[in-house]
């Protein structure tokens, strides 16, 4: 198990930029796979963006391919998610979740989640 902690959320316009940041508590944080996904009140959890485990893949959702850019720093054992051009339908609450395996777009796939963190874009 791995105890995963989002940070970096907040409200934001129309526009605006944010930084999205996971903490992971393992040492082991460079065999994981990991994915940001994203839950709207009332919509299941969907799928925003992953990393392998050696960051040297990534995959985007096409609804942020262009705006958004994920990265990982495996001495910090830390996930990044750099949101720019933020659109009002990117209000959600945003997770982190890590898997050991090849990079999935289905959040039953990841055996590891945060506990999320608030991101609201006002029109």
């Known amino acids: 198990q791995v105890h995963l902690v989002e940070s970096g959320g907040g409200l934001v316009q129309a526009g605006g930029s944010l930084r999205l940041s996971c903490a992971a508590s393992?040492?082991?944080?460079?065999?994981?796979?990991m994915a940001w996904f994203r839950q709207a009140p009332g919509k299941e959890r969907e799928f925003v963006a992953g990393?392998?485990?050696?960051?040297?893949?990534?995959d985007y959702a096409d609804s942020v391919k262009g705006r958004f850019t994920i990265n990982r720093d495996n001495a910090k054992n830390t996930l990044y998610l750099q949101m720019n051009s933020l659109k009002p339908d990117g209000t959600a609450v945003y997770y982190c979740g890590g898997e050991r395996g090849p990079m999935s777009r289905t959040a039953a796939t990841y055996e590891n989640w945060g506990q999320g963190t608030q991101v609201t874009v006002s029109s």
């Open positions: 393992t040492r082991h944080f460079s065999t994981y796979t």
């Open positions: 990393i392998l485990w050696s960051g040297l893949a990534t």
